[in-house]
């Protein structure tokens, strides 16, 4: 086993294996770190260096490096999902968004097949995600237990449904441009930090 030091070594140290693992931006990077924490120990350390985490929050658009995708499990994760500013762990958008990324685990672990290259039915694809979402509440159950504060509930399917709700009506204003009218933007070019990344 790692040393949970070492295993846990913020992202900001270069090197550590959040470092390597979590490419979201600078925001960002930091509440994939927290999510990753409700992961059981074992299942973190054993995937340390197998996964990677990327999202389009801080750039327009990426390539993934052939180094990503020949050796980790590329995660993208929405940046509708992304716990904003001021954020914290008890609110059920942000509950939400770590469920997802234990949900995302799941599959890249379990080495879920494509429903679409692996030509999968709809009763083998279900059968998938009824694993992921089994595993992702189990694993931020027993999270929420070993913190052991009483004000931080455990997580239901209930709550899920009504986050995914949500999202889907964010889906459907921004696809119809209700969230977002760059015509009517106010800001100045040189206060917009570019990252030119090349993942
Ligand atoms: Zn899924």
Not at 17 to 40: E, I, R, S, T
Not at 166 to 172: G, S
């Amino acid at each position: 086993m790692t040393d949970p030091n070492k295993l846990y070594e913020s992202y900001i140290r270069k090197g550590s294996y959040f470092n390597l693992m979590l490419n979201c931006g600078h925001k960002y990077n930091q509440w994939v770190q927290n999510a990753l924490c409700y992961l059981p120990q074992d299942i973190l350390d054993e995937h340390k260096e197998k996964l990677v985490f990327l999202t389009t929050a801080d750039i327009d658009g990426c390539r993934v490096a052939r180094h990503y995708c020949e050796n980790r499990e590329v995660i993208l994760l929405s940046e509708r999902i992304l716990p904003k500013q001021h954020a914290n762990e008890g609110q059920p958008d942000v509950r939400y968004f770590i469920y997802v990324v234990l949900h995302e685990v799941v599959h890249a672990i379990k080495k879920h097949k494509s429903p679409k290259f692996d030509n999968l039915t709809p009763i083998e694809k279900q059968a998938q995600e009824d694993e992921a979402d089994r595993l992702a509440l189990e694993w931020f159950n027993q999270h929420i237990e070993e913190i052991g504060n009483p004000n931080i509930k455990p997580l239901t399917k209930t709550d899920i449904e009504i986050e995914q709700e949500k999202q889907q009506v964010v889906r459907e204003q921004l696809y119809t441009d209700i969230l977002r009218d760059c015509s009517k933007c106010e800001f100045y070019y040189k206060e917009v930090e570019v990252e030119s990344a090349d993942l």
